[in-house]
Nanobody, 126 residues
């Protein structure tokens, strides 16, 4: 399976972006959590949000709660990250991730996931 992330770009503070991550190749019929992480220059990869297979359960890093929304469309094998009220500190390369083994746990550690997209750059200007 491969993940293709898209939707990044340059936006002013207070603006919005919607990231998409499309999975191709093998499809799954049992629970597979997906997540978004980000990495700013000089920093490690940090958790942003995760969603369970059904899309009904989500988890967010504290700094993005109330501003970001993760969702998924299993018919399209795609997970989304709607980002509103963006701040300069949200500037980073955003990566989507998939755990290919069956799990109902929405991991917050990068090591929980084993398939990664190529990353899409989000730049928020002040």
């Amino acid at each position: 399976v491969q993940l293709q992330a898209s939707g990044g770009g340059l936006v002013q503070a207070g603006g919005s972006l919607r990231l998409s991550c499309a999975a191709s190749g093998r499809t799954f019929s049992s629970p597979r959590p997906m997540g978004w992480f980000r990495q700013a220059p000089g920093n490690g990869r940090e958790f942003v949000a995760a969603v369970d297979w059904s899309g009904r359960s989500t988890s967010y890093e504290d700094s993005v709660k109330g501003r970001f929304t993760i969702s998924r469309d299993n018919a399209k094998n795609t997970v989304y990250l709607q980002m509103n009220n963006l701040k300069p500190e949200d500037t980073a390369v955003y990566y989507c991730a998939l755990k290919t083994s069956t799990s109902t746990v929405m991991g917050r550690s990068a090591t929980w996931y084993n398939v990664w997209g190529q990353g899409t750059l989000v730049t928020v200007s002040s």
